[in-house]
């Protein structure tokens, strides 16, 4: 007898599991579930097997192969574009030559209907196709069959409402067909068994029977049904080769406990039943394996390891101390020690749960993800390659757009962001005018309001704005959400203090565990939060930006000059700007409607064109402002770029020239020609933190740009503003009466390098210690990262608080001392990684 096995379906409900494996490979009882079918049609005299292929093929064939280790002979049909399940069986057959009668059963169900019986029936009923029933509870995810008395077909309906339910009996999707029944299924088309042929043949009036079988059968379509049918094993409510039928590949270690070949199995470890524990594994001291689970070959469970109700598949690793409870851990996963994974989790093939993480019911993790130490996941891990318990980095708080950030988790980490505020205080809340920031800006608002928290909307509006109108409404606080500038469909949730700067890490802390934990409050009905919206905020910004600035001078200058921006998001900031300075403007507009903006790559590939245009023009410079009017990048009249470096120290020598700073802050990062100008006005420099709050916090005391006609009223951030950058540049300028592109060249030469060193997440502590014990007798500074200073020279170690890289800068007396500099401690860092492995 020849049998059609049909494991081509990819079985999308099963995604988490099988994204990496065809669905007829996925482990029932440590074997996969086309095993136990094979088992089945062997057990039934069946002994020629062709197996229909589409998804993966080369993983069904590899492990099959001709079939002779399951006593049968087999042959394979590969799909090149699916045909359905009648035109892959057709298909099928075309390659067998089949011309007899012969079996279909689907590769990836579980079942022990006695395939002998269903011949029997079929033969004795004269049936053309006689479909295998069986009976269900809930038949609605079936295809239900209407039969008479005598089990002839009369109805077929596919998926029934409740309201469609005449019969509990439904379609197996197990078939005993006649090899006439083929010519009714068209060559080359998309055709169905239950959905064209079957119909079609009971129009015709061709005998079709179903046959009711007694017996264990489940279509494992979803996690649910998979975790149901392993329990099922176990109870004994279908007896399997691979445990509880003859030819068990486990014996029965004790009481219903079974155990496979090779297994060490510390005299300390308790297991109760009914379990499975496959071949080869290793069970430490302390070790507590729980009713109805299921271990699977080769893996290793570490000392004080609790494992309940779960399924783990093959060459796993779960540390010390850690509890899995109701969850499915596919193939080579490892548990670091104390990790902790809950009911319905399914952890993906190659995944690693950090030390200490803990990964919340119902969550999946995808394949090759890392959950790092520490790490409390709440929701499923689908795209990003990593996620921590710190939600925050350094700007806040960034992700795939409706992945990691969600309407769902934006709504939550705003409400628990709420949970720090004063009852009944208002919020500030803005976008930019992108889709995805809009729609999380909705529900951002909805998750304040939630809280009983009032908000200001501001509609699509700028970082800068936003911190202006913190201070301007006497707001408590305030978030702002745009793309993000550096990676590609990511989104930036930023989130500000009642000051207006970045909140600072000990708040991001507590927002962080107010998020985990799900410690916020609930206003109660007539608590929620009023949303106001606030006209007029640009003006107010604008003159408070120019209040203490030189504006009748500029415009009476009459600058020429060129722009690129972001037309659709900044157009009603930057012409405003330039109307109230009198400014003769040629402008290139960042974009045109699209879905996102310009990459700083894109951008700065547009400078020379820029930079032709200021020339052409005879304007006094070119201006890039980036789409959140944070970043300006100036061209000087002569074409030339004014380097990052040399910004910096642009804005240092405008605040110089200012005469108001005592002290002149600036980050660690920045060049030593700073304290050279600085000496020179007879000002000191303090070194910041690279983060934005520290370097904020130090301009904001030192109120370098307080232009507020109050003196609680907003200052504002030349740092982290490109309109108040921009008008103090051009206001010294004027002044002085120079040329951006002689004010530039009162800058002594800069020799700078940056590169960048990959470290895993878990290795950076330990580079950092090992770089700072070799350094112990040098000079040093660890402000942020470690600086070591060679003479006049110096290095920066920075560990990347977002990415797992070391950022490296070096200052030279020339651009090649600093880049040897720079790569010395590439290498180094490198270096290390490799003892350390």
């Given at each position: ?395 806040g708080i960034s992700g795939t757009v409706n992945m990691a950030i969600s309407p769902e988790f934006a709504a939550k980490v705003a409400a628990a962001f709420a949970s720090l505020l004063p009852r009944s205080s208002s919020a500030v809340v803005s976008s930019d005018g992108y889709r995805a920031s809009r729609m999380l800006k909705r529900a951002v608002i909805a998750g304040f309001l939630s809280a009983g928290i009032n908000v200001y909307d501001l ?379």
């Amino acid at each position: 007898m020849k049998a059609i096995l049909m494991a081509g379906g990819k079985g999308t409900r099963l995604r988490p599991l099988t994204c990496c494996l065809p669905k007829p490979m996925v482990p029932i009882a440590n074997r996969p579930m086309m095993a136990h079918i094979l088992e089945l049609i062997r057990k039934h005299g069946y002994t020629d097997v062709t197996a229909t292929l589409f998804y993966l093929p080369d993983a069904i064939r590899k492990y099959f192969g001709d079939g002779r280790n399951f006593g049968l002979n087999m042959d394979y049909a590969v799909e090149d574009v699916p045909l359905g399940t009648a035109g892959s069986v057709k298909n099928a057959c075309r390659a067998a030559a089949i011309n007899d009668t012969f079996l279909v059963i689907s590769g990836d169900t579980l079942t022990d209907i006695n395939l002998t019986e269903a011949l029997e029936f079929h033969r004795r009923k004269g049936s053309a196709a006689t479909l295998v029933l069986t009976k269900v509870r809930s038949p609605l995810e079936y295809g239900l069959v209407i039969t008479d008395a005598n089990g002839k077909i009369r109805r077929f309906l596919e998926k029934p409402g409740w309201g469609e339910v005449f019969s509990d009996c439904v379609n197996t999707g197990i078939y005993i067909l006649e090899p006439d029944v083929l010519k009714e299924i068209p060559d080359g088309q998309v055709y169905d068994f239950s959905k064209n042929l079957f119909p079609a043949l009971l129009k015709k009036k061709v005998p079709l029977y179903g046959f009711l079988a007694k017996g264990y059968w489940s279509d494992i379509g979803n996690l649910d049904q998979y975790r149901e049918a392993q329990i099922d094993i176990l109870r004994g409510n279908i007896r399997v080769p691979g445990i509880n039928a003859p030819g068990a590949q486990a014996t029965e270690y004790q009481p219903g406990v079974w155990v496979g070949e090779g297994c060490v199995i510390s005299s300390d470890a308790i297991l109760a039943g009914p379990a499975l524990i496959g071949s080869e594994c290793v069970i430490g001291p302390g070790v507590f394996v729980g009713e109805f689970s299921i271990i699977g070959d080769h893996v290793r469970l570490a000392a004080g390891a609790s494992v309940k109700r779960s399924v783990i598949w093959s060459g796993s690793h779960i540390g010390a101390n850690s509890e899995l409870r109701g969850v499915v851990s596919a193939s080579r996963t490892i548990f670091g020690s104390h990790a902790t994974a809950f009911e319905g989790a399914v952890i993906g093939e190659r995944s690693h749960i950090g030390d200490r993480a803990a990964i919340r019911p119902g969550v999946k993790i995808w394949p090759d993800k890392q959950v790092e130490a520490g790490a409390i996941i709440n929701d499923s891990v689908i795209w990003n390659p990593g996620t921590g318990k710190s939600l925050f980095g350094r700007l806040g708080i960034s992700g795939t757009v409706n992945m990691a950030i969600s309407p769902e988790f934006a709504a939550k980490v705003a409400a628990a962001f709420a949970s720090l505020l004063p009852r009944s205080s208002s919020a500030v809340v803005s976008s930019d005018g992108y889709r995805a920031s809009r729609m999380l800006k909705r529900a951002v608002i909805a998750g304040f309001l939630s809280a009983g928290i009032n908000v200001y909307d501001l509609g699509s509006l700028t970082t800068p704005v936003t911190r202006y109108a913190i201070r301007a409404l006497n707001a408590a606080a305030g978030l702002q959400i745009r793309l993000s500038p550096y990676y590609q469909d990511h989104v930036l949730m930023e989130f500000l203090d009642r000051e207006g700067l970045n909140i600072d890490r000990s708040t991001e802390r507590s927002v962080e565990n107010a998020y985990f934990c799900e410690d916020f409050p609930r206003a109660a009905l007539e608590e929620i939060g009023e949303v106001v919206f606030v006209p007029r905020l640009i003006e107010s910004y604008m003159d408070g930006l120019l209040h203490n600035t030189a504006v009748d001078q500029i415009a009476a200058r009459g600058y020429k000059v060129v722009v690129n921006y972001d037309a659709g998001h900044l157009s009603m900031l930057l012409p405003g700007l330039f109307t109230r300075l009198n400014c003769e403007v040629v402008t290139i507009p960042h974009r045109e409607n699209g879905p996102r903006p310009k990459s700083l790559d894109q951008i700065m590939a547009a400078l020379d064109d820029l930079a032709g245009l200021v020339r052409s023009h005879a304007a006094d410079l070119g201006i890039v402002v980036d789409n959140n009017a944070e970043r300006l990048i100036l061209i000087d009249e002569r074409g030339r770029l004014v380097q990052d470096e040399q910004m910096l120290a642009l804005m240092s020598l405008i605040i110089l020239k200012q005469g108001n700073a005592q002290t002149l802050p600036v980050p660690v990062t920045a060049s030593r020609v700073i304290e050279q100008m600085a000496q020179e006005y007879k000002s000191a420099v303090v070194r910041t933190k690279t983060s934005p709050r520290s370097q904020m916090e130090q301009l904001a005391e030192q109120k370098i740009f307080d232009n507020s006609s109050g003196s609680s009223g907003p200052s504002f951030q030349p740092t982290f503003d490109a309109l108040i950058s921009l008008a103090k540049i051009l206001e010294v300028m004027t002044r002085e009466g120079l040329t951006l592109g002689q004010l530039v060249d009162m800058i002594p030469p800069i020799h700078m390098s940056k590169m960048t060193a990959d470290c895993p997440w878990q290795a950076k502590g330990l580079v950092m210690r090992s770089l700072i014990e070799e350094h112990s007798n040098d000079a040093v500074e660890m402000i942020d990262g470690l600086k070591v200073f060679h003479d006049d020279d110096w290095v920066l170690v920075l560990p990347d608080s977002d990415l797992p890289v070391f950022q490296v800068y070096s200052e030279a007396s020339s651009q090649e001392e600093a880049d040897a500099l720079a790569e010395l401690y590439l290498g180094r860092i490198e270096g290390l990684q490799t003892q350390l492995t």
